[in-house]
């Protein structure tokens, strides 16, 4: 096959993708059952590979046959638009194809990274904050309970979970169904995420919370984990955060602020305060490919802390990937995954191109 010619054909479809895009004429999604795109899309792979003509036919039916998530008329699941720099910034992403576990392999991504942490934690108001982009809003909850877990038993992360210790967590009823799942992964259990009665609005009602954690408390539990929704999913309401830092702070628990979907309003001057106190929670999760529309995935958890992401990590010895040289951090030493990609970049990429400004507007 002619790469050359593919790679040309290639992006002549993208311009005409783009083109259509913003023709609100067009359908969202031109759906088919399974056995239905079976027909028309030969999915599985044969001992022999295909001719030029047949794979440039698979690239167009792949964009025939997909949702179009840059079409205006597409709300399915709180994400959509299209982001011109930020797609520029995944392709010379995937075009470089580096890991973000050291500078060694990926240095200008790993200063990106640590610009958009600082850049991000500045609005957080996280003084000596820290941060790591991660997979998905639900894997920045994970961490963030992991965190709060790590914190109130430390020696967990060489001994496996106690019990014993009987930990609970406290979430809106409305909250997202991913702390269930991180309480399930950590081995504290899903039963052990207790859902605080709302208000009308889908508020966390805080005299329900402070009633729930002292009800916790005499059962004999410990509570260590309590969840600020920044938007919830159905009614997009925002948990009142500085109430919530009080009981808190008088039971001495990690404060936690799910900003997933609706954490981008912190860039508005109009909208912040909805947000208000922010700054005195221990962690906040905040999706730039919901509100800031970058492409999935672009999703970040931000420490108050600085220190705490390593202090996650049982002892690394890996001196054949990590290098201890001065004035360089390797991200990788703060993360749970070795292997991730870079995200930060088209990030970085689209934040350039608009602005502090144009993205607050």
Not at 332 to 347: E, F, H, N, P, W
Request: aromatic share 12%.
């Amino acid at each position: 096959m002619n790469e050359l010619n593919i790679l040309s054909e290639a992006f002549e479809k993208i311009k005409k993708y783009l083109h259509n895009n913003s023709d609100n004429s067009e359908a969202v999604v031109k759906f088919k059952s399974p056995s239905e795109l079976h027909e028309v899309i030969d999915f599985p792979v044969k001992q022999n590979a295909v001719s030029e003509q047949e794979f440039l036919g698979l690239l167009d039916k792949y964009l025939e046959y997909s949702v179009k998530t840059g079409n205006k008329q597409f709300v399915n699941q709180l994400f959509s638009g299209f982001n011109f720099p930020a797609f520029i910034g995944e392709v010379f992403t995937t075009l470089a194809n580096t890991s973000m576990y050291t500078y060694e392999v990926a240095p200008v991504a790993t200063m990106i990274e640590t610009e958009m942490i600082k850049l991000m934690n500045s609005y957080t108001g996280y003084d000596d904050g820290d941060g790591i982009f991660v997979s998905g809003g639900s894997n920045a909850n994970l961490i963030a309970m992991f965190s709060a877990r790590n914190k109130v038993f430390p020696e967990g992360r060489f001994i496996g979970y106690d019990r014993n210790l009987k930990l609970t967590a406290f979430v809106n009823e409305q909250a997202h169904y991913s702390f269930e799942t991180a309480a399930n992964v950590l081995g504290i259990g899903a039963k052990n995420v207790i859902k605080v009665r709302a208000d009308k609005n889908g508020k966390i009602i805080p005299a329900e919370l402070d009633k729930e954690i002292r009800d916790s408390i005499n059962r004999g539990e410990k509570p260590f984990f309590v969840v600020a929704t920044c938007a919830t999913t159905l009614l997009g309401a925002y948990d009142p955060i500085e109430e919530m830092d009080e009981i808190c702070k008088t039971h001495d628990i990690w404060l936690h602020a799910d900003g997933s979907f609706g954490g981008s309003l912190i860039l508005s001057d109009n909208h912040r305060h909805l947000m208000k106190g922010i700054e005195k929670t221990d962690s906040f999760a905040w999706n730039p490919h919901k509100l800031m529309n970058i492409p999935l995935i672009c999703s970040v958890l931000l420490l108050k802390k600085r220190g705490v992401l390593q202090h996650n990590i049982t002892d690394i010895n890996a001196d054949y990937i990590f290098h201890d040289i001065d004035m360089i951090e390797d991200l990788g030493t703060k993360s749970i995954q070795c292997g991730r990609k870079v995200d930060a970049v088209k990030l970085w990429f689209a934040w350039k191109y608009f602005g502090l400004e144009g993205y607050s507007k």
